[in-house]
């Protein structure tokens, strides 16, 4: 009699235990609103960097580590938004220097400047997308500020639209922005101040793991179809087990 009792609740505790380890947890728990991008070279300028971003409301924080460009050099950055979101590859050639990608060449791909990346005191709108006194000079530099944005861009960016573009290119290596190309973007500035450096979309998150949030039992949950095959196995385990008991009764009676 206990050892059914016990039998039944192992059997019950297996099914309540059922949907944890069926399916991942739901990743719509405010996944929604943080965003990373990896930003990769354009122009073979050798630069390179991440972003991440986090949407609140109409706050967005934003930080943007980059490295590999020229070094003493205003490099303005923004979020575009309202092309295909996307970046042009390395090796696509525009109507610079030398078949150089200039900003606007692809603006179908990752859209207008929706949110000029300056630091304090520069204003952070598209009015500001050539604030030069107020942009990132290193070869390497890490940026962070939260910005107040409309709420429209705030919701393309948490829906993953924005897409992260450094600018400032030193195409024939003289250390300096020069050359005889003017800019697209302000012919009193030449095409190396603005051309696109490096370039990633900003893509909602893999939901981060909570510290301690999430426990399995130490189960491997890297893939979905392994705690399913246990999820499986409990449920057979449990009706084995209500199995057992029925026959226990049976055989009882
Ligand atoms: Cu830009």
Redesign the pocket.
């Known amino acids: 009699m206990r050892t059914t009792r016990i039998t039944t609740i192992a059997a019950a505790a297996a099914l309540v235990g059922l949907p944890l380890a069926v399916g991942p947890a739901s990743a719509d728990d405010h996944g929604g609103s943080e965003l990373t991008a990896e930003l990769t070279q354009l122009n073979d300028s050798g630069a390179s960097g991440t972003a991440w971003a986090k949407v609140d409301g109409t706050q967005v924080e934003v930080k943007v580590e980059t490295t590999g460009l020229l070094d003493g050099a205003p490099h ?3 979020i ?1 938004i309202g092309g295909q979101g996307v970046c042009p590859s390395n090796d696509q050639e525009g109507s610079g220097f030398e078949g150089a990608l200039q ?1 606007t060449d692809a603006a179908d791909q ?1 859209g207008g ?1 929706a949110v000029s990346l300056t630091m304090e005191p520069g204003e952070t709108g598209p009015d500001a ?1 050539l604030d030069v006194d107020n942009f990132p000079t290193g070869a390497s530099n890490t940026y962070s500020r939260t910005i107040t944005v409309s709420d429209e861009v705030a919701q393309q960016i948490a829906d993953g639209d924005g897409v992260v ?3 400032g290119v030193d195409h024939d290596g003289s250390g300096a922005y020069d050359g005889d190309t003017k800019s697209d973007l302000d012919p009193s500035l030449p095409s190396e101040a603005t051309d ?1 450096a490096a370039c990633g979309e900003l893509d909602v998150a893999q939901m981060a793991m909570p510290e301690g949030g999430v426990e399995t039992g130490g189960a491997d949950t890297s893939g979905v179809e392994y705690p399913a095959v246990l999820g499986l196995g409990g449920l057979a385990m449990a009706l084995g087990a209500f199995g057992l008991i029925a026959t226990r009764r049976r055989a009882t009676r």
């Open positions: 303005a950055q923004h575009h900003t990752y400047v997308a573009v450094v600018h696109p």
